[in-house]
DNA sequence: AATAAAATTGTAACTATTACAAATTTGTAT
DNA sequence: ATACAAATTTGTAATAGTTACAATTTTATT
């Protein structure tokens, strides 16, 4: 992804967000660091460009952001929430040693029903080693 | 479930946890109310036998007895963690509505595999509507 | 019964997040 | 461009779950 301000901007808009110049941010944000980071993550990328950014700020960009399908929390067990632009279902593996989080595909026979109940939303999340920290500890 | 207090110091002992009272209550609470407890939850729960009882003893009790495996921790993207004392694989249903959590089986076949990652626990989440409150809103 | 070790308590600290009012920026109509 | 209204952004204070830690109480050992 590479999208310039117009498409960014345009982007916003199809997801009914008045685009602002903290929202464009956050967006290309989310979308050059597709490392799942948590608001202060998010606060410390874009801080240097805007001197008086505030949290709350990001906070509310990620909130309204989560509410417009623009991006979806994930919670890994950690204090601090994240947030993925990946909005489409995919599961979540996070290294225990470095920390780094990888996205993989879900596996093909999950329970995608559960009889009688409705599944709005599912959220799939392994822990372990990743393959660089596993090589390490050998 | 329905031990004695005997087979509940034996059980604890197995995972090299000394009994104590505060300790043997609150795993018989867990074991007697199979809900997924907060940690005020279960405060709440046995705070009426132990009138002295600190909510920090129960921090220090959940704490122990998921060092030890007695308990595995769960996390619902709720701010309150949440305490299961069946430690074997399985998934959890949270239904939006009324907030029960329903445990469900993972398939026999599970995917459990990722190639060269090291998978060391996962954590399967759904959430949606229970058949209960389905129904209700039809 | 005296002493040592461990468990429990209570308070204070910490941190992520939200509430909210004040200040700033943006958009609109004259 | 100017004045006004609406929306965004900021900063501070409040909230809530959890942990740190020292003091107290309980339990175990000699």
């Known amino acids: 992804m590479d999208l310039n301000n117009g498409e960014i901007m345009d982007y916003l808009r199809e997801k009914d967000i008045k685009p602002s110049s903290i929202r464009i941010k956050v967006l290309k944000y989310l979308m050059d660091n597709q490392i799942h980071p948590t608001v202060d993550d998010i606060y410390k990328g874009i801080g240097d ?4 950014l505030s949290r709350t ?4 960009t990620v ?3 989560k509410q417009n399908g623009v991006v979806v929390e994930i919670n890994l067990g ?6 993925d632009i990946n909005t489409k279902p995919h599961g979540h593996f996070k290294c225990e040693k470095c920390g780094n989080i990888y996205d993989f595909p879900l596996p ?3 329970n995608k029903k559960l009889s009688n109940f409705t599944i709005n ?3 799939i999340n392994y822990y372990g ?3 660089d ?3 390490e500890s050998e």
């Open 78 to 83: 950690e204090k601090e929430s994240r947030y």
């Open 57 to 60: 700020s990001i906070y509310n």
């Open 63 to 65: 909130n309204l952001f």
């Open 133 to 135: 920290c596993r090589k």
């Open 108 to 110: 093909e026979n999950l």
């Open 129 to 131: 080693l990743c393959p």
């Open 121 to 123: 939303r599912m959220s």
């Open 49 to 52: 460009d805007i001197p008086t």
